[in-house]
Each structure stands twice: as structure tokens, then as C-alpha cells.
């Protein structure tokens, strides 16, 4: 079973890049505090290396 990462928005996509705040919408994101569930694989680690400044993880 692969583990599952839990990704909080806890910044604004105000003014932020275009490619950032894509980024966080392909996560799952809508309003600072929404949370989305995501499977831990390479390309979830890397959409959340992009955005790492507006988001929180937590292991699950």
C-alpha cells in the first residue's frame, strides 16, 4: 500500500506566479486551509517542491 500525503494551503495565491497557482489547483487546493489527500509518489513531491513556500505536509 503506498503511503498518502496530506497537503494543507496555508498562504494565499495572491500574486503569486501563474505556474504556481496551476500547481495548486492540479493538488487539489481551493481556500487557505482546504486539504487535499494525495498519493506519495515523485510528481506529487515535485508539484509540492514548486509550491512548498504556500503549502503545509503532513505524512499519513
Same mark, same amino acid.
Given at each position: /500500500?503506498? #503511503?498518502? =500525503?496530506? &497537503?494543507?494551503?496555508?498562504?494565499?495565491?495572491? !500574486?503569486? =506566479?501563474? #505556474?504556481?497557482?496551476?500547481?495548486?489547483? *492540479? =493538488? !487539489? +487546493?481551493? #481556500?487557505? !486551509? *482546504?486539504?487535499? $489527500?494525495?498519493?506519495?509518489?515523485? &510528481?506529487?513531491?515535485? /508539484?509540492?517542491?514548486? &509550491?512548498?513556500? +504556500? &503549502? *503545509?505536509?503532513? $505524512? =499519513?
Amino acid at each position: /500500500m503506498s #503511503k498518502k =500525503l496530506k &497537503v494543507r494551503l496555508v498562504r494565499s495565491t495572491i !500574486g503569486v =506566479l501563474p #505556474k504556481q497557482r496551476i500547481t495548486i489547483r *492540479s =493538488l !487539489g +487546493l481551493r #481556500k487557505i !486551509g *482546504s486539504t487535499a $489527500e494525495q498519493n506519495d509518489d515523485p &510528481v506529487i513531491r515535485g /508539484m509540492i517542491r514548486v &509550491v512548498s513556500h +504556500l &503549502v *503545509s505536509v503532513e $505524512e =499519513l
